[in-house]
């Protein structure tokens, strides 16, 4: 799993992140126009987060290419948000209770 971010970001970024125990190639640098990331890079299911400081109507433009994805939810973050905003969570739970008693909808692949 990655960040992608822009390259001045993606510096300040790191280190947090590295010395919460993050390996040192979660967060990748991309220099590219303001809010003009390739749609297939933000396509890829690989890509878990993109971080975006611009204006609107490039962050309506990223919103949308990220709502075209199909599998996990990529959110689309700024500068402002907290370090811990960066990292995902996964959980394991045996209580087939959650999934209506079948116990194939917790071991669905990411």
């Given at each position: 799993d990655s960040v992608?971010?822009?390259h001045l970001f993606a510096d300040r970024l790191r280190e947090p992140l590295e010395t919460a125990g993050g390996p040192s190639d979660l967060v990748i640098g991309m220099t590219a126009p303001a809010g003009e990331a390739p749609e297939t890079l933000l396509l890829d299911p690989r890509i878990r987060a993109v971080v975006f400081d611009g204006d609107a109507p490039s962050r309506t433009a990223l919103f949308r290419a990220l709502a075209k994805?199909?599998?996990?939810i990529a959110p689309l973050l700024s500068s402002l948000d907290a370090p811990w905003r960066f990292a995902t969570e996964r959980t394991l739970s045996i209580n087939t209770t959650a999934a209506g008693g079948d116990v194939r909808l917790l071991s669905l692949p990411d």
């Open positions: 992608l971010a822009s994805r199909d599998g996990p």
